[in-house]
């Protein structure tokens, strides 16, 4: 079912959890989309955000390179204030757990399914190269350590899982 993540079409308490997975750096609105989240799960029932969560220092540097890869990205939020969305929505949840990590993927491979416009996938593929040994844009790129020495990205990654009370 297609939907709008700020007006889910399901009743108060349709699940019993809700899980969203690398959507909210594509959210205008994710306090919305989280209040929406927790109205639609049923108490006791789990709410699971998982999304790219820059370091807060580098989270600039991050947002630029990724709306360049992708237009549709708005912001990814660093991992306290992904944790941090749940106090706007007065609603009645608890935090469960978070986890930080890393997903590594093939740079070449993401900059071939990425949907440049401002700029071409080279033009990507130079911005990664030149940050290797750097980590300014907080993406850890860098050359694999076999024969291949394919370039390599780390997408920074948090998931926060709440309960409803």
Sequence with gaps: MIG????????????????????????QHPIQ????????????????????????????????????????????????????????????????ATQSSSLTLDAIGLINRAFPVEVNREELLHLLRSDVGINALDFNARYSNDVSNRLLVSFPQTIVVWKKL
Excluded: Q, W
Aim: hydrophobic letters at 35%; proline letters at 5%; one cysteine or more.
């Design 33 to 96: 989309a989280l209040t929406e989240m927790i109205r639609v799960t049923a108490k006791g029932g789990h709410i699971v955000v998982l999304d790219a969560t820059p370091h807060k220092d580098k989270k600039d540097a991050y947002n630029h390179f990724e709306r360049l890869r992708d237009p549709s990205h708005t912001t990814a939020l660093y991992p306290l204030e992904l944790i941090s969305l749940s106090s706007s929505c007065n609603s009645s949840i608890e935090l469960v």
């Design 4 to 27: 709008d993540m700020t007006n889910l079409p399901f009743h108060d308490e349709s699940f019993d959890g809700v899980v969203t997975r690398y959507t909210f750096h594509h959210l």
